[in-house]
Structures are given as C-alpha cells and as structure tokens.
C-alpha cells in the first residue's frame, strides 16, 4: 500500500562510474551522435535506487512527468553516488478513477559531495484492481 506515511522515505545510495559506453549506447540508442559530451537525459537510465519493503514503480504504473535540474555538466569517466527520496504522495480522481500520485527525488553528487544534478519524477497508480 502506497499513503502519505512513506513521504520523506529515502532508497539506499547507489553509486556508478560512467563509462564511456554508457553514453555511446545511450546516444545511439535515442538517435544522436555521440562525442565527449553525454546525453543530458542519461540521468534517466540510471539503475534505480530501491526503497526498504516497497517496490516502485509497481505494476500498472504510468509515467507521468520527469524533470532534471543539473547543477554541471555529467562527465565521462567521474563516479556518481545518487538516491532517491519519496517528496509527496497525494490521491486524485480523474477519467481512469482513483489514483495516487507518487513524487519522486534523485539526486546524483561526485565523489567531493558536490550536487551534480537532481530530478523529479511523478508516478501515477491507478487504484487497485482499475489498471487489469
């Protein structure tokens, strides 16, 4: 079950070194040419961090909105250490019924703790049973 007391719950840290195949396949894969600066929406594709006794997103979920902040430029090579925090959980009714929103925080810091980039993602839950 997804409320409102899950607000404020933080995943484990991650922490990646981007190789420069990451970004090569990443590049190719959305259609651009690939040189030695990375894809500004690679951010993305990062292995999602988990949260303890809840997995997200959950069956049936929808995307629904995505926004990345960066504080510099992603380098090739540099290792980030990132997380994830749930910001907000809220219910709406809308044209496929009842919904909860979940919002989501990751941010990523290189290895001197400095903010390299946050984003903000909103997961849409159909109620239970709705989404079959």
Do not use: W
């Amino acid at each position: 079950m997804i409320g409102k007391e899950l607000i404020g719950l933080e995943s484990e840290s991650i922490q990646l070194q981007i190789q420069p195949e990451l970004g090569r396949r990443f590049a190719e894969a959305i259609g651009i040419p690939f040189g030695d600066q990375l894809p500004p929406t690679l951010v993305c594709t990062l292995k999602h961090a988990g949260f303890p006794g809840i997995q997200l997103p959950l069956p049936g979920m929808i995307h629904g909105e995505q926004k990345i902040t960066y504080h510099r430029q992603l380098r090739i090579g540099e290792t980030l250490t990132y997380k994830r925090c749930i910001k907000d959980v809220y219910d709406r009714v809308g044209k496929l019924g009842n919904m909860t929103f979940i919002v989501l925080e990751t941010t990523g810091y290189d290895k001197v703790g400095e903010l390299v980039f946050s984003s903000s993602t909103t997961l849409i839950a159909p109620a239970k049973g709705e989404a079959e």
